[in-house]
């Protein structure tokens, strides 16, 4: 995983405004392959040769459109690097998506209970970014899940 902590920055820095956010992606998206790529590349040429998984990124909400672009952008160029470098991608994105596609959730990971309670809201009823044990559950499922089918050739 690489790259949401640097979509994170691009937004703060530009205050949430979606078209400036729009303006430093793809520079963002550059720099997110050409690292990925690096280390890939380092790797098989130091002589890994095992599955390589690339994990993509959740929507921390599925019904915010622009967090979702976001989040989607950074999964496409995660996609194509890993496909570049013989690596799978266990897709996280689509399994908080339906975890959280629940009618109680209605598309929210925070009120589906995959983030972490946001410490700073007395209220405890907002979250932060970061998967709460029952998100970082899933992330590892669909990590090993995309590892075994890869061992099998899938």
């Known amino acids: 995983m690489l790259g949401a902590n640097d979509g994170f920055l691009l937004a703060d820095a530009c205050s949430g405004d979606f078209t ?19 280390i890939m590349h380092s790797l098989r040429a130091h002589g890994f040769q095992g599955v390589m998984v690339v994990v993509n990124y959740y929507s921390v909400d599925y019904t915010d459109p622009e967090q979702t672009a976001l ?4 999964n496409e160029t995660l996609a194509a690097v890993a496909q570049a470098n013989n690596a799978v991608v266990a897709d996280v994105f689509s399994a908080f998506q339906t975890a959280a596609s629940s009618p109680f ?13 946001n410490p700073l809201d007395p209220s405890q009823m907002t979250c932060d970014v970061h998967p709460a044990q029952s998100g970082q559950l899933l992330i590892a499922n669909t990590v090993e ?3 075994q089918a890869a061992l099998l050739g899938l």
């Open 71 to 74: 989040s989607t952008a950074i």
């Open 145 to 147: 899940a995309r590892y």
């Open 20 to 38: 400036c956010i729009e303006n430093g992606l793809p520079l963002l998206l550059f720099t997110l392959y050409a690292n990925m790529d690096y």
């Open 105 to 117: 959730a209605g598309g929210q990971t925070c009120k589906a209970g995959l983030l972490n309670v």
